[in-house]
């Protein structure tokens, strides 16, 4: 191994070795890698602790308390005009539920770039893995 590709190796490692340090505090809520949505202003794949696997025009992804997350839409996106839509994703349990709050949330404030999710099981508030969408 020559010397460039052992400095490149070698500060992934320690990327790496701080970020696990750091209990993946880089990474949590924001996205992980881009996603490939042509026909949407914005889209996200979101894991129940608001980790965000893959997503275009979305920012981060908080979540504010068991089953309610606050998805931030990137500046430019008006999510009040589209028809927002969010189903359950991989690894959800079975009778499990979504919804997008219309209009600004209380869960998320007034801020326009912020979109409420709640998931649940049962009718009762639960983290889920979900998936949302803004047409």
């Known amino acids: ?7 490149i190796v070698g500060s992934a490692v320690a990327a790496l070795g701080v970020t696990a340090a750091l209990g993946g ?3 949590a809520g924001t996205p992980q890698a881009t996603a490939n949505a042509p026909y949407a202003q914005a889209a996200a794949v979101v894991k129940a602790d608001a980790t965000v696997t893959r997503a275009k025009g979305v ?6 308390d068991t089953g309610r997350y606050c998805v931030t839409i990137a500046d430019g996106i008006d999510w009040t005009k ?3 839509q969010a189903t ?3 690894g959800a349990k079975w ?3 979504v919804r ?3 209009g600004t949330s209380g869960v998320c ?12 099981i049962n009718g009762a508030y639960a983290d889920q893995p979900f998936n949302v969408v803004i047409p």
């Open 1 to 7: 191994m020559n010397i460039s590709k052992g400095l």
């Open 25 to 27: 505090v880089a990474i």
């Open 59 to 64: 920012v981060r992804v908080d979540k504010v």
């Open 82 to 84: 589209s028809v927002p």
């Open 88 to 90: 359950l994703g991989p």
């Open 95 to 97: 009778k499990g539920e």
């Open 100 to 102: 997008v709050a219309s």
């Open 109 to 120: 404030g007034e801020d326009p770039h912020k979109l409420g999710v709640y998931t649940g």
